[in-house]
């Protein structure tokens, strides 16, 4: 019988015959002597942000602040407080960022007012905690100087900079003041005025902010200023002083749209508007990690004529109430 069925048949009723001897025999099935290589490849594409800087003190992350760390150890910190007094504090401690972002004003400090009565401070912490959102879907470490309305001097800003030693150092501001009208949207950024990748970055910042705000609206403010540049102080140095504070990182001051502008202030008043901003700021920090291009918008630097005013000191600041020290 065997022998009158066709070759085929006959090869695949011989195998099962084999089969059925080696379960006997072995007690399992010759398929289970093949090995399954699982596919191990990683299919995941390196982060351009690398790893985290850890050249600074590093600070310590305390019930939402960042507390700059200015000596102590494991337990008993000496940081900065936001009002740029000294505390001793426990709490977990935040090695080193790959970008520290620095949402302009907070408290009482508001900023520039629009004319809706939006408050610029709200805006910059918004733009500022989007933007730190996005940057951490790259893969990025991110800090920002203030994480609600607390406010910060700008000593302690500078030295969050300083202490987390991030690859770039961000303040985000929205401008105020008189302007003339403009076909495209009135971004100013400013960088170190000695730090060549600072001035690189504000360039490809600035490209990436006029792009992102210029579907938006037709009509815009701007004036001469508008541009990368650095601002030069009576000393020859850096005029704000989150700028000069953070010597040493890469760090700029960027004033995104003019909330003096009244058609400008409404359109901060909407969140794809915003979140277009921080993904503006999002997308110029990959870029600029990514290749060596340069941007545009460069201006002569600007010698400041009057005083930056009595903002970001100390005077009248009150720390949280957990950082006081008791009568």
């Not at 351009?48 to 102590?72: Q, R």
């Not at 809706?116 to 910059?124: D, I, P, T, W, Y």
């Not at 959102?133 to 100087?145: I, K, R, S």
Request: with cysteine; hydrophobic share 40%; aromatic share 6%.
């Amino acid at each position: 019988m065997f022998a009158r069925l066709p070759p085929l048949a006959r090869l695949a009723l011989a195998s099962l015959v084999l089969i059925a001897l080696a379960w006997a025999i072995f007690g399992r099935s010759v398929e289970d002597d093949i090995a399954v290589v699982p596919d191990t490849t990683d299919t995941t594409e390196p982060s351009v942000f690398g790893p985290v800087p850890t050249s600074g003190a590093g600070a310590v992350l305390l019930e939402g602040l960042v507390l700059p760390i200015t000596g102590g150890s494991d337990g008993a910190w000496t940081v900065l407080t936001p009002c740029a007094n000294t505390a001793t504090v426990d709490g977990e401690r935040l090695t080193g960022a790959h970008v520290v972002i620095d949402p302009g004003h907070g408290g009482r400090e508001t900023g520039a007012i629009g004319p809706s009565g939006v408050v610029e401070a709200e805006l910059n912490l918004d733009v500022a905690l989007k933007a730190k959102a996005l940057l951490e879907e790259e893969g990025a470490t991110v800090a920002l100087t203030r994480n609600d309305d607390t406010r910060v001097t700008l000593e302690t800003r500078a030295a969050i900079a300083q202490g987390l030693a991030p690859l770039l150092f961000i303040s985000i501001h929205h401008n105020g003041g008189p302007t003339r009208t403009a076909d495209r949207p009135g971004v100013q950024v400013y960088h170190q005025h000695q730090t060549p990748e600072s001035a690189r970055f504000a360039g490809v910042l600035f490209e990436q902010l006029q792009e992102a705000m210029a579907p938006f609206s037709d009509t815009w403010s701007g004036g001469n200023a508008t541009g990368v540049r650095s601002r030069l102080g009576e000393d020859g140095g850096d005029f704000y002083g989150v700028l000069r504070g953070s010597e040493g990182v890469p760090a700029v001051l960027a004033e995104a749209m003019y909330m003096s502008h009244e058609p400008e202030a409404s359109l901060l008043l909407r969140d794809d508007v915003r979140q277009a901003e921080a993904q503006a700021i999002t997308d110029a920090i990959v870029a600029w990690l990514e290749s060596p291009y340069a941007g545009s918008g460069y201006l002569p630097p600007l010698q400041a004529t009057e005083s930056a005013g009595g903002g970001g000191g100390s005077a009248g600041c009150e720390d949280p109430e957990l950082l006081r020290t008791p009568a």
